[in-house]
């Protein structure tokens, strides 16, 4: 799971870029910011080959990467809206006006960094961290009745009938 390419842009003007592979991805990425309809705020994902380009936009600003395709969806839209908060904090109105690449030279060094710990970090995943965070916590529970209650399944009344009866907060 890789993300490779990444840039922010107001409209169709690329404010910053960067790509840790040699592609043609900048190229497709500007197709895909003159082709995406409207002025609303939207998440979509197109297909190119073997890679997925998401594209998130949110007051203005559109946030675009391209990730081969085991990356699913919800890393790199994790990716997207950190890159999204992180650019608003750092520039604010800066934006409205800016010209092409006017926050490349700074920018693109915070887009590589952040590919690459999406790219790399396991804790980049929140929501499967907190799933094994939550299991753990579950198999702390000396019974197997309050560890089922734990995760929110029910038992038939049969297999409960002679279950220990233990204290729970539940």
């Not at 390419?5 to 991805?25: D, I, K, P, Q």
């Not at 499967?128 to 299991?135: A, C, D, T, V, Y």
């Not at 916590?137 to 220990?164: E, H, I, K, Q």
Request: proline share 3%; with cysteine; aromatic share 12%.
């Amino acid at each position: 799971m890789a993300i490779l390419y990444a840039l922010v842009a107001r409209g169709s003007v690329v404010l910053a870029e960067f790509s840790s592979t040699a592609t043609n991805a900048s190229a497709i990425a500007r197709q895909i910011l003159d082709k995406i309809p409207g002025n609303d705020d939207s998440n979509v994902s197109y297909s190119q080959d073997r890679y997925i380009f998401h594209v998130k936009r949110t007051d203005g600003l559109a946030v675009l990467c391209m990730a081969d395709e085991t990356a699913g969806r919800r890393i790199p839209f994790a990716f997207l809206e950190d890159i999204h908060q992180r650019f608003a904090r750092t520039y604010g109105r800066a934006v409205i006006t800016a010209q092409a690449y006017a926050m490349n030279d700074e920018f693109s060094r915070v887009l590589s960094q952040q590919m690459e710990y999406y790219t790399n970090d396991p804790n980049a995943d929140r929501i499967n961290r907190l799933k094994g965070e939550m299991s753990q916590g579950c198999f702390d529970y000396t019974t197997a009745g309050d560890y089922l209650r734990c995760v929110g399944l029910r038992m038939p009344w049969s297999y409960t009938a002679n279950m220990p009866k233990v204290k729970s907060n539940f």
